[in-house]
């Protein structure tokens, strides 16, 4: 028996966790889940919108299946999920893309992974008022973060066997900070021989991405490139709803989660499509170890989508978010 953190999340979060904990029921794995709350709805209560039994339970054990939580903008409180981050130091987030049969999109062979840093960059939330209508946002880059995101996105390619890392970068502009990120990625990538090696930047590599994304294996970037280039991956594939992702802390432990939000314009009307997090409790299966059942639920997902007839509507469909998960439990045979 797997003990594994549930953090079902708000906006659409409750039903695509739904979704996936019913798929994940159907493969028979014994998962013994430990339901927490973050997210606005605890705030008021603890003060805080993860309070610390949250961390503890993931901490405890080691991993955790997360649906999405809102932050507010611009006032409010902090990210949930930046301090999720923060607080167990989950510093590589692993995104991959990937062309999926039946899904319509542009491209028909995308096989890419987006390595991001995800503890530093101008996501250290240290922002503060110079002077009225003057703000400064500390962007933080150090060396020893940039040698431990290098070396998890080329320890990925070797693990996964892919041919090519490419280091996304501004440090034509920002000579320092992208500078320190190109130099610690250049000596991740000489421990590296066998993985080929290059540099783009950042501007450039968007266009890159939407005229020729066959040239991307496994890229990795600075947090907030990372965030935006990995929602503009998921869009080459199909859209946010398809995506999943894994966020690595030292220590083995992971928390996956979609990468999309909590969509707050389809929450509570059961059309949300609940693939992004089905396949990231996949990935989760996977790294306790129950590649079977992982396999399962993958090649279920595959085949749903491949048919095309049971898709929720951002794929051009009318199935309910319950429909598209009986769709996927009924083929895991
Ligand atoms: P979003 O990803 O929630 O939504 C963007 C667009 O994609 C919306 O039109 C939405 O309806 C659609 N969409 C997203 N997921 C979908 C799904 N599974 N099925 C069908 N359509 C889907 O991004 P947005 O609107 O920028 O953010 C909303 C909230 O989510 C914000 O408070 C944001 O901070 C939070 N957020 C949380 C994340 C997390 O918990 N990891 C990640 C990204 C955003």
């Not at 990937?98 to 987006?114: A, E, H, I, Q």
């Not at 431990?148 to 070797?158: D, E, M, S, V």
């Not at 066998?194 to 020729?212: F, G, P, S």
């Amino acid at each position: 028996m797997h003990k594994v953190t549930l953090i079902p999340g708000d906006g659409i979060g409750p039903e695509v966790t739904t979704a996936a904990l019913r798929v994940v029921a159907a493969t028979g794995a014994e998962i013994d889940w430990e339901t927490m709350e973050a997210g606005a709805d605890v705030m008021t209560k603890y003060g805080t919108p993860v309070p610390d039994e949250v961390i503890n339970s993931i901490a405890r054990n080691g991993v955790a299946l997360k649906g999405p939580i809102t932050t507010p903008v611009a006032s409010g409180f902090a990210s949930a999920n930046v301090m999720l981050r923060k607080r167990l130091n989950l510093y590589a987030n692993v995104r991959a893309a990937r062309t999926l049969p039946g899904v319509r999109s542009r491209y028909d062979n995308v096989d890419l992974v987006v390595v991001r840093e995800n503890s530093e960059d101008l996501y250290s939330g240290l922002e503060h008022i110079v002077v009225p209508g003057v703000v400064e946002s500390l962007k933080i880059i150090t060396e020893t973060a940039c040698m431990r995101i290098g070396r998890y996105a080329f320890a990925f390619a070797r693990k996964f066997g892919r041919k090519k890392v490419t280091a996304v970068h501004k440090a034509n502009i920002m000579k320092l900070a992208d500078g320190l990120f190109l130099e610690c990625i250049r000596r991740c990538a000489r421990e590296f021989p066998e993985i080929t090696y290059d540099e783009m930047i950042v501007d450039n590599t968007c266009m890159q991405l939407v005229m020729r994304p066959e040239q991307f294996d496994v890229m990795v970037m600075e947090n907030l490139y990372g965030d935006i280039v990995s929602d503009l991956c998921s869009g080459l594939v199909g859209g946010l709803g398809l995506t999943a992702s894994a966020n690595i802390g030292e220590g083995g432990i992971a928390v996956f989660e979609a990468v999309h939000g909590s969509a707050p314009d389809i929450a509570g009307r059961n059309v949300a499509n609940p693939v992004a997090l089905i396949l990231s409790a996949a990935l989760m299966l996977h790294h306790i170890d129950e590649h079977a059942a992982a396999e399962q639920v993958h090649k279920a997902v595959l085949s749903v989508l491949a048919d095309g007839s049971q898709v929720t509507a951002d794929l051009g469909g009318t199935a309910k978010t319950t429909e598209i998960t009986d769709a996927i439990i009924s083929r895991m045979g």
